[in-house]
């Protein structure tokens, strides 16, 4: 019903995404992984650890940590941590 000369809005109107709806289907994107010590985008895992870094030099560092030190990193990521 209109009120005061405005049109109604139709039901499509109402049915059309919007910037402000939170509607939306999963992305069909790989996700990406984030290194476990810089923050960096992460295209390498340890196979030692699981712990996952950005480059060379972050990999010499991880090789030097002691295994309770990697178990930590781990459950900061929210990973139950089995390191070998």
């Known amino acids: 019903m209109a009120i005061d000369g405005e049109a ?3 039901s499509q109107e109402e049915d059309m995404p919007t910037y402000c709806s939170i509607e939306a289907p999963p992305s069909v994107l790989p996700q990406k992984h984030y290194c ?3 923050g960096l985008e992460a295209p ?3 196979p030692a650890t699981g712990l ?3 480059d060379k030099s972050v990999y010499d ?3 030097g940590l002691s295994t309770t030190v990697a178990k930590d990193y781990l459950s900061a990521r929210g990973v139950n ?3 070998k």
């Open 52 to 54: 996952r870094y950005h």
């Open 61 to 63: 560092l991880i090789k």
């Open 8 to 10: 109604a809005p139709s």
């Open 36 to 38: 476990d010590i810089t």
């Open 44 to 46: 390498y895992t340890d």
């Open 81 to 83: 941590p089995i390191v």
